[in-house]
């Protein structure tokens, strides 16, 4: 199940990158960066109900848990059994909820599953861990915003039965993974406290989209309650600020990132757009440099490839691309890429090789429905040569 941020194009707003910082010393919370004065706080959904299941639920789930630990099934394993006997009808429609909305709604995203997942783990104390791992979107797009997906893995913990003294090497569980696809690739592990931002920082994004900025302000204020170093947060930040109007804020925000080692391709990519709002061009450049040193995923590399590709470095552009192919095969996006290289080249036996392999690839359906739909405009034009 795919977690989507809302990003405003050119100007990257969330993504799932995170660098920590390098050194010991504590840095100065981001928040205290803020011009408080340019919003006015609202009341958000406390962090308390964010988990909080209905009195009705929470007494089934017991009665459901009892009857389970009867016939030996392992903790970890019944909240697992119990969810897939609550979300054969679930519609994912990118909705951040929280455990009791996705629980009555039956949607959400793979956050909200997340959430609704760590509700029933509350109940018995039944220890989690988390896995985020990052993904190019095809989802929506729009002449200002672009819907982007992250994925959010849980781990339930088997109990500990081992001996006083020992240690496992890698503690056994189960884990809960909605829609499991191979086109992804590992950030980071993950806590509940990192979920919670994520909560919070989602619905910031989505009232930032709807210019409510107040209210986008007031859930930012929380997410960042739980992780403060996480440069997503300060670029959703600094976004914020100037779409409210204040790029001095805005800018102050971007130098702290990169002055503590903050950074995300996202935050780059945002203090880019903004440097060149600025007419900053040696700030520019120097940010586009940044950017190429500090790509870390297969995405960002395809997000370089891209920009060679709009300013016409095909060679560079098809480098960096066939050099994806070889080092993660299974994804789908550099063959796309590629295709759309060699199309422009008018390489069009070529580029139907690379979307063919593209759509091989494709696990999302979505994605395949676009390369598929490529793919046949393109035979057809093949055909008629």
Request: proline share 4%; aromatic share 10%.
């Amino acid at each position: 199940m795919k977690q989507v941020f809302i990003i405003i194009l050119l100007a990257s707003l969330i993504g799932c990158t995170s660098t920590e910082l390098p050194s010991s010393t504590e840095p100065q919370d981001p928040s205290s960066l803020f011009n408080h004065s340019l919003f006015n706080e609202q009341a958000v959904i406390p962090e308390a109900d964010i988990f909080l299941l209905p009195t009705a639920e929470q007494v089934q789930f017991h009665a459901y848990h009892q009857d389970a630990l009867t016939k030996g099934v392992r903790e970890d394993r019944i909240i697992a059994n119990y969810l897939n006997t609550k979300l054969n009808e679930f519609t994912y429609d990118g909705a951040t909820l929280s455990a009791a909305q996705t629980l009555v709604q039956d949607e959400g995203n793979c956050i909200s599953l997340a959430i609704l997942t760590q509700a029933y783990a509350n109940l018995i104390d039944v220890e989690t861990s988390f896995r985020e791992v990052a993904s190019i979107p095809v989802y929506k797009k729009t002449e200002r915003t672009l819907l982007v997906s992250n994925h959010f893995k849980t781990k339930l913990f088997a109990p500990d039965d081992n001996p006083e003294g020992w240690i496992s090497a890698i503690r056994p569980g189960t884990v809960i993974d909605y829609f499991p696809a191979q086109d992804i690739y590992f950030v980071s592990t993950a806590t509940v406290d990192d979920l919670t931002a994520k909560f919070y920082a989602n619905l910031a994004t989505n009232e930032l989209l709807n210019e409510q900025f107040d209210k986008s302000y007031s859930y930012l204020k929380q997410a960042f309650k739980h992780k403060k170093t996480d440069p997503e947060l300060i670029n959703l930040a600094a976004i914020l600020h100037r779409r409210a109007g204040d790029a001095d804020t805005a800018k102050r925000l971007f130098e702290y990132a990169i002055q503590h080692s903050l950074i995300s391709s996202n935050l780059l990519s945002s203090y880019t757009y903004l440097a060149a709002e600025l007419n900053d061009m040696i700030l520019v450049k120097k940010l586009e440099a940044m950017s190429e040193a500090s790509a870390k995923t297969p995405f960002d590399i395809i997000n370089i490839a891209r920009k060679a590709f709009m300013n016409q470095h095909y060679t560079r552009a098809e480098k960096l691309l066939s050099e994806l192919v070889q080092e993660f095969p299974y994804l789908p996006e550099p063959y796309f890429e590629l295709a759309k290289l060699h199309y422009q080249k008018n390489n069009l036996s070529t580029s139907q090789h690379f979307l063919s392999e593209a759509l091989l690839k494709a696990e999302d359906q979505k994605k395949a429905g676009i390369y598929q739909a490529k793919l046949s405009s393109l035979e057809q034009l093949l055909s008629k040569r």
